[in-house]
């Protein structure tokens, strides 16, 4: 993935166009973690975001925020999102084995 192409450009508040840099784009998910400079953007109101590095399994039944894009089949496209909910145990997946193939004897004559 060409994280170096195309410049980036944060805007906050409709009012402080400030630039970024690419650090990170996911493959498959269309996302981008990108850096910028805080002490530009210090006289606004900013919180920077923190990564959770707690395992998936030590959460269930604890708060947490769902930040992503939702309403991709919408005619203008998809629109970012924050919802607050509970984790939850996924079920475990148990898909079936595949078939096993087998010797069948046919006549070519």
Aim: with cysteine.
């Amino acid at each position: 993935v060409p994280c170096a192409l195309g410049d980036v450009t944060l805007s906050f508040g409709s009012s402080v166009q400030i630039q970024g840099k690419v650090h990170f784009i996911h493959p498959l998910h269309n996302i981008a973690v990108v850096k910028y400079d805080p002490n530009v953007v210090s006289h606004l109101d900013i919180k920077a975001c923190t990564f959770d590095e707690t395992p998936m399994c030590e959460l269930v039944n604890k708060k947490g925020w769902f930040v992503g894009l939702m309403g991709a089949e919408a005619p203008c496209g998809a629109s970012l999102v924050s919802l607050q909910g509970t984790f939850m145990e996924a079920p475990k997946l148990k898909p079936p084995f595949p078939p096993v193939p087998r010797f069948r004897d046919t006549q070519i004559d």
